[in-house]
């Protein structure tokens, strides 16, 4: 039975529809006509099919053949594969492609020994690209591209020559720009590297300033780098790329730990191959770099890559800058870093922490803000939020759900090493403030407050871990979806320790007025079920209710004008600061507490909404003056279009027998 067009595997991406097996590619219409009936004998692979056919209608043999198999990275769950323009192949060029056509991930395609027989048979019968039916516009060099990125077969290749393709042709492929050679090292084809290079092929081919060994280095590939400095690539071992998404050395790319699959994803290479490229580079006389180093520990190659780079240069206590022009009190970095802070930020597993710990790395290091390392595991996941329209599209648990193992594992090591989850960096902020702000579930909040961790740590604002842990994160929840999942555990966990509910930043707020300010619905809900009084004052003689008056501002990519739509945008906000309200009244709050300007929250509500209807009216008649605007601008433009036409017409009657005419 054939293999599924797409089926169940392990690396696919969630939206592939891996469905049921498809016995067919061929078209309703093409039942019981002989093209249908060659395509779903090679869709197959029933040699004995193909060759009665091909016997009994020789002129098959270069026939178009159109189908609706599709590469898997094309498929959409339920769509009508029959509503598409077909595929069209010759039955050598089909047969070629049967690999991407069935296997989703390209490490695992390969051409089947089916196959091959069927691709020899057809050359053997007359398959040519000189021949092939016209109406393909086939290129023999696309074919050879497809063979070199999708499996590892010379005889495949051999085949594709024997019909007229060009092994020496140096052309691009249309996706990667990369050529024949690049694209077998890129796909680790051994084989096929060595046949290209037996048949005139250089080590000297480059792409886009990546050498053969950085594409096979990056990938692990450990054949083909032993192949290429066998055929004299050590040449290239110093060579730095540039404009790649890793730059560097081969051994620095190598040392990355990661590429991009089919689908542009971040997917690891296994540590086993990529210490085995490593410790052959290095044996080849590669330099240890410190970009190397850093890259190492950052990717959790684990103790014995550490250990081989360290023997051959490396420095385990080496500083390094971060990012830092983004450093502030809500992103890492700055200078001053050391290994340890790198993996416990970036490390897919905790390898590296263990191992460097192991080499005598300081768990209590500091870089230039006064963090350490268990501050920069903490906070590792603050990144790249799933967010549309402004709002987070999932549940933070969901979206931030990848790192949180890693997260869980780095803090637990560090924390086994004697790390103070209590310590305050250069912002006041302890491991336990970075982890609230990262809007951490229980079971990473737990071990910090196990370990020592204080509730009422307050940073150089005033606020504790609570007032960050009502701060929304970036981008605001939907009100309807954004709710924590885990609120009944995070009751539970911070009833058992010592806090102070109702305690001030600076600015006089407590914990329930952040969460009120932000719209954090879930926080004040929490905070009430632990004891706050929505009757406490900040801000301006603010209460929580009155911070529940006014809607929430727009954050970051949130789409938002006071324009005609002014109203459909505020729904949202409107709907949040609805349920606060009445969190909030449930609780106890007063409607009659007056701030610091003898205001009510309804005073507020009132005072906001005349202030938005207002600029919504200032914006709805500007909106209208840029479209009269715009409307005689089109007036004047067509009045000019109409009298060039006129004079245009004019022109030609006159000299009717000129070239105008």
Not at 51 to 57: F, I, P
Not at 113 to 123: F, T, Y
Not at 191 to 198: A, E, N
Not at 407 to 431: I, N, S, W, Y
Request: a negative charge.
């Amino acid at each position: 039975m054939a293999r599924a067009l797409a089926r169940n595997a392990p690396n696919s991406p969630p939206y592939f529809d891996f469905g049921d097996m498809q016995e067919s590619i061929s078209f309703s219409w093409q039942k019981n006509t002989l093209e249908g009936s060659l395509i779903d004998a090679i869709w197959s692979e029933d040699i004995d099919k193909c060759r009665e056919l091909l016997d009994a209608n020789p002129v098959l043999v270069n026939r178009m053949l159109r189908h609706y198999a599709m590469e898997i990275k094309n498929t959409i769950p339920g769509i009508d594969l029959e509503s598409f323009d077909p595929e069209k192949d010759v039955p050598l060029t089909l047969v070629l492609k049967l690999p991407r056509y069935k296997e989703p991930d390209r490490d695992k395609r390969y051409l089947s020994g089916s196959c091959l027989a069927l691709a020899k048979m057809l050359v053997d019968r007359g398959a040519s690209f000189d021949k092939a039916d016209r109406r393909l516009h086939l290129d023999p060099h696309m074919v050879l591209v497809g063979a070199c990125r999708d499996y590892d077969n010379p005889e495949a290749l051999q085949l594709l020559v024997r019909a007229g393709a060009d092994v020496d042709c140096r052309d691009l492929d249309d996706d990667q720009l990369y050529t024949l050679l690049q694209l077998a090292a890129d796909r680790g084809a051994d084989k096929t590297v060595k046949f290209l290079l037996d048949n005139g092929w250089s080590t000297d081919e480059t792409g886009e300033s990546d050498t053969l060994l950085h594409k096979a280095a990056r990938r692990g590939r450990l054949q083909v780098v032993k192949l290429l400095l066998d055929r004299g690539a050590k040449s290239d071992l110093e060579a730095a790329t540039e404009g790649q998404l890793v730059d560097g050395t081969p051994l620095e790319v190598a040392c990355g730990g990661w590429r991009f699959d089919e689908a542009k994803r971040q997917i690891f290479v296994p540590r086993e191959e990529l210490g085995d490229v490593i410790k052959l580079l290095i044996g080849a006389g590669a330099k240890v770099t410190k970009t190397a180093v850093e890259r190492a520990a950052m990717s959790g190659l684990g103790a014995d890559v550490l250990q081989l780079l360290v023997q051959h240069g490396g420095d385990i206590q080496q500083l390094t800058s971060f990012r830092t022009e983004q450093a502030n009190d809500h992103y890492l970095g700055g200078d001053d870093v050391t290994l340890i802070h790198l993996a416990a930020l970036k490390d897919p597993q905790p390898l590296s922490i263990e191992a460097l710990l192991e080499m005598g790395s300081n768990v209590d290091a500091r870089d230039s803000h006064g963090r350490q390392p268990l501050h920069w595991a903490t906070l590792r996941q603050v990144f790249h939020p799933k967010k549309e329209n402004g709002y987070l599209k999932e549940d933070v648990s969901t979206w931030a759900s990848p790192k949180l193992d890693s997260m869980r594992e780095a803090v637990k090591v560090l924390l086994q090493h004697k790390a103070d989850p209590d310590c305050q960096d250069a912002f006041g902020r302890t491991p336990l403030h970075y982890a609230a702000l990262a809007k951490a579930p229980a079971e990473l909040l737990e071990p910090l407050l196990r370990h020592g961790a204080r509730l009422t740590t307050a940073d150089l604002d005033g606020r504790t871990p609570l007032h960050l842990l009502a701060q929304p994160i970036f981008v605001r929840p939907r009100p309807e979806e954004g709710e924590r999942q885990d609120t009944e555990l995070l009751f539970t966990l911070l009833e058992q320790f010592e806090y102070n509910i109702d305690q001030k930043d600076k600015t006089g707020d407590t914990p329930l007025h952040v969460a009120a300010a932000g719209a954090t619905c879930w926080a004040v809900s929490l905070f009430l079920r632990l004891g706050a009084d929505p009757n406490v004052k900040g801000t301006r003689g603010w209460t929580a209710l009155h911070r529940a008056s006014v809607p929430p501002p727009p954050q970051h990519d949130e789409p938002f004008d006071y324009g005609p739509r002014a109203q459909q945008q505020q729904t949202e906000g409107d709907k949040m600061a609805a349920r606060m309200k009445a969190l909030l009244l449930g609780a106890g709050a007063d409607q009659k507490a007056r701030d610091n300007g003898g205001l009510t929250a309804a005073d507020i509500e009132v005072k906001v909404a005349e202030r938005l209807r207002k600029k919504a009216e200032e914006a709805e008649r500007a909106y209208e003056e840029d479209m009269e605007q715009s409307r005689r601008t089109d007036r004047e433009v067509a009045k000019i279009l109409k009298s060039w036409r006129r004079e245009t017409r004019w022109e030609r009657e006159r000299y009717s027998g000129d070239i105008y005419y």
